[in-house]
Every structure is written in C-alpha cells, then in structure tokens.
Nanobody, 116 residues
Framework: QVSLVESGGGLVQAGDSLRLSCVAS????????MAWFRQAPGKAREFVADNTAYDNTAYSDSVKGRFIISRDNAKNTLYLQMNNLKPEDTAVYYC??????????WGQGTQVTVSS
C-alpha cells in the first residue's frame, strides 16, 4: 500500500516562505506523477502544481513564479517551495500520486495560514 505524509505547514506572514514536504512509503515513488493541491475554507480543492515521473512541471496561474515543485526520488519525497506567500494562499495543502490514470493516493494534508 502506498501512503503519503505531508509536513511543513504553519502560520506565516505575507511575504514569507515555507517549504512543504510529502514523504511516500510503499510503491515505486519514482514512477508516479505527483502533485500538490489545496483547499481553502468553503472552496473546492484546486490544483497547485505537478511533477511527472520525467520531472516535467506545471503550475496554476495563481502560484506561477512564486512556488517551485520538486522531487527527490532517492528520498521518496515531493517538495513545494512557497515564496512570497499571500493571504489567499491560506489553505490545507495535499499531495497526491497518480499511479495509473487518476490521482488515487492522497495525503492527510498540512495547514498553511498566511496572515496579512
């Protein structure tokens, strides 16, 4: 069984930086298409960034230029470096793995709160 555990969230001020981590256990992490999603209170879960098994990346327009997604296959870990954080980045951040056709494995989430 594959499991994902996120960490690194917290309370920061606008303009600060945070780095989220997502450690995978079980399965073959290096072959997975990985992604970060987030869900703000009262809103639907939304895509933030992804990283394919070939290390291609994509970002939502709202975070492009501020966030960087990366992975370390030797450590089975996905990262999200978040710079110049804004209050609208406040959300629970989830990592997810796509093993075949869908993102079918999800972590429990880590809270990021950005104060103005």
């Amino acid at each position: 069984q594959v499991s994902l555990v996120e960490s690194g969230g917290g309370l920061v001020q606008a303009g600060d930086s945070l780095r989220l981590s997502c450690v995978a256990s079980g399965g073959t992490f290096s072959t997975y298409h990985m992604a970060w999603f987030r869900q703000a209170p009262g809103k639907a879960r939304e895509f933030v960034a992804d990283n394919t098994a070939y290390d291609n990346t994509a970002y939502s327009d709202s975070v492009k230029g501020r966030f960087i997604i990366s992975r370390d296959n030797a450590k089975n870990t996905l990262y999200l470096q978040m710079n110049n954080l804004k209050p609208e980045d406040t959300a629970v951040y989830y990592c997810a793995a796509k093993r075949t056709f869908n993102f079918d494995v999800w972590g429990q989430g880590t809270q990021v709160t950005v104060s103005s």
